[in-house]
Each structure stands twice: as C-alpha cells, then as structure tokens.
C-alpha cells in the first residue's frame, strides 16, 4: 500500500506552499512547523517530508533546530532538504534527528559527490530529489530543462546504491490540477526494484488511489491538506 508523506515547508519559521517553486508565488499559513509535525504524528502518520526554503535559496541548512524538535516530540521519520551542499551538512542533518537528507541541487551538478555521499551513509540515509520536465531533469529552480532524462539520471546512481528517490513533475507542482501518473508508472516499470514516491500535483484522493493501483510507493501531499482539499481523516488509511 502506498504511504503518505505529509510535506511541511519552511520559510521564516512559518509553513508554507509556493507554486512551481516560485518564491514570489508563496502562500503562508497560520501554522508552526512543531505543532504541525505533532499534528501529522498524532494522525497516525508515520513519515514526515521538510523542505528547508531558507536553506534552498542560501545554499546552506537554516532549521536544523526546528527538525530536532520535530524529531524530539514525535516518532515520525523525518526526510529533510534544502540547501545540503557539504558533507558536513549532510552529518549534521541527521544528527538534527532527520532520518534522512533529501538531496537535489547536488546531485545534478556533482554527481560523483552525491555518489560518495550514497556509499559513505548508506541509502537507507539518503533520499534523492528529482525535479523534472517533460522527463528531462529540470535545473536552475525548475527554470530550465536539461538533456538529461529522469531514467539516465537515476539510472547513473543505481550502482553506486540508490535504492529511493522521489520525483517532482515541476509543471504539476503546487496547482492542485493532479498528478503525473503516466510518468511515475514509467518509472515504476523501468525501475521496479526502488522506492519511489511521487510529490506534485495532489488534488483529491483520487490521485493517491490511482498512485497506490499502479505500486508507487509514497506520495508527498502538502498543499491539499493546506487547502482542505483531502482531509486527514481521508489519509489515514494509508498512514
């Protein structure tokens, strides 16, 4: 059954949503990440995704404090990005409490890094962050699709030990217009062995039980829930 990944996105301290990665189209909620994180852990929910928008656009992590409260008051298994450039910053992620350091920037622009960081904490540890367009990974904060397909991509790394990674159709993201079922069954079928989770796009339950009848693994749901698109309550039997 495919599990649900609720998304907590960080700017200022506060949760928010931006649309297609647009810091200039960036919604704020009147929620904290800590109580938003126990909120998701009191649902019965059992993974947590944290994007660090801070961290993204400075290229260095800014709420590692907020992840060790997270990791501190609930059992949820944290995966946590943004800004994770060094070896360093990927340690101190998961001293934070994060199960996991999500990775994206890097692993396009240094693969032979994101390659040692696979072998030096384990797969188990690193979770890989794919934007695409048009299957083709997306660079420069989604403004520009490189030649490289998404199956090249993650097939480079599988060697190497990659066994999950998520994957973002930027053209879907934060519209509330549905998922790209047709690439992550692609996916699932050139891949069959990974975990994959789809992030992007949900809109209604609809997607997540399509999601789940195809076999993706995960799906991460942020805005929905923020809009009162799916209710917690609807979640829960895939928590």
Not at 21 to 28: F, H, L, P
Not at 155 to 172: E, R, Y
Not at 191 to 214: C, H, R, W, Y
Request: with cysteine; hydrophobic share 40%; aromatic share 8%.
């Amino acid at each position: 059954m495919i599990q649900i990944i609720p998304a907590i996105d960080i700017i200022n301290g506060q949760c928010v949503r931006l649309t297609q990665g647009d810091y200039s189209q960036k919604r704020v909620y009147d929620k904290d990440p800590i109580e938003m994180a126990q909120k998701y852990a009191d649902e019965g929910f059992q993974r947590l995704h944290v994007v660090d928008l801070d961290g993204a656009k400075s290229g260095a992590p800014k709420h590692l404090a907020l992840v060790e409260q997270m990791a501190a008051k609930t059992n949820l298994t944290i995966d946590y990005g943004g800004g994770i450039k060094t070896t360093e910053q990927v340690q101190a992620v998961l001293d934070a409490g994060a199960a996991m350091a999500n990775i994206g920037s890097l692993a396009v622009k240094q693969p032979e890094v994101f390659k040692g960081w696979l072998q030096t904490f384990g797969s188990d540890k690193i979770l890989l962050a794919s934007d695409v367009k048009g299957e083709k990974i997306a660079i420069n904060a989604w403004q520009d699709e490189s030649e490289v397909s998404i199956y090249d991509f993650i097939a480079d790394f599988i060697p190497s030990g990659l066994t999950q990674f998520f994957c973002t159709d930027v053209s879907k993201d934060g519209l509330l217009q549905g998922v790209a079922l047709e690439l992550y069954c692609k996916l699932k079928q050139k891949f069959p062995t990974m975990t994959i989770i789809a992030s992007g796009g949900v809109a209604s339950m609809q997607d997540i039980e399509d999601l789940n009848k195809e076999g993706i693994d995960g799906v991460i749901v942020g805005k929905a829930i923020y809009e009162n698109r799916i209710a917690l309550e609807e979640l829960k039997q895939f928590a």
